[in-house]
């Protein structure tokens, strides 16, 4: 297996297990561990329908959907975002806790990014994905991501607290 591939796959078992420590079902493990396949490699959803199923099929959709959202200002993206993650979880709730498995398994490996993209992920992270968490009685999950945005936009505060 080339050392392309791992992250890759990590990645998606890392989120999976997030989802494990839940206690959900198959469907949700699977999907944790496919969630990005469609984004990052060449198989389509068509493929992944036809491997896995609708259900799968459908969720993955729903995650490659969130994921391209793209838009002009930080405001706007943000506001886009929480309504595009509402607008999905009415349609199947579980594409937006494979997506929080995901953003939360993201968080925990930040320090690997750029500091612009830590910051403006942990700022997304406070204000979209924490709050949506606390509504949907994730509290374990939003604890976490509150603290680890706090790490990275406010490091000194953090520091001193945590001493």
Same mark, same amino acid.
């Given at each position: 297996m080339s050392a392309v591939?791992? +992250?890759?796959?990590y990645h998606g078992i890392q989120t999976a297990d997030i989802l494990a420590d839940l206690h959900l079902d198959s469907t949700m493990i699977a999907c944790g561990i496919l969630h990005d396949v469609v984004e990052d490699t060449s198989i389509t959803i068509e493929d992944v329908r036809r491997e896995f199923g609708d259900e799968i099929g459908t969720i993955i959709e729903g995650l490659t959907k969130i994921a391209g959202l793209t838009l002009m200002s930080p405001? =706007?993206? $943000?506001? =886009?975002?929480?309504? /595009?993650?509402? @607008?999905?979880?009415? /349609?199947d709730v579980r594409t937006v806790i494979v997506k929080f498995a995901d953003r939360?398994?993201?968080?925990?490996?930040? =320090?690997?990014? +750029?500091?612009?993209? $830590?910051?403006?992920?942990?700022?997304?992270?406070? $204000?979209?994905? !924490? +709050?949506?968490?606390?509504? @949907?009685g994730i509290w374990v999950w939003k604890?976490?991501?509150?603290?680890? !945005?706090?790490?990275y936009l406010n490091p000194k505060t953090y520091e001193q607290m945590a001493d």
């Open positions: 591939w791992i +992250p890759f796959i405001e =706007e993206r $943000q506001a =886009e975002n929480f309504r /595009k993650m509402i @607008l999905y979880s009415a /349609k939360l398994h993201n968080m925990r490996t930040l =320090e690997y990014l +750029p500091a612009r993209s $830590q910051i403006r992920m942990a700022r997304e992270t406070l $204000q979209i994905f !924490a +709050p949506l968490a606390n509504r @949907l604890a976490e991501l509150e603290d680890l !945005a706090f790490r």
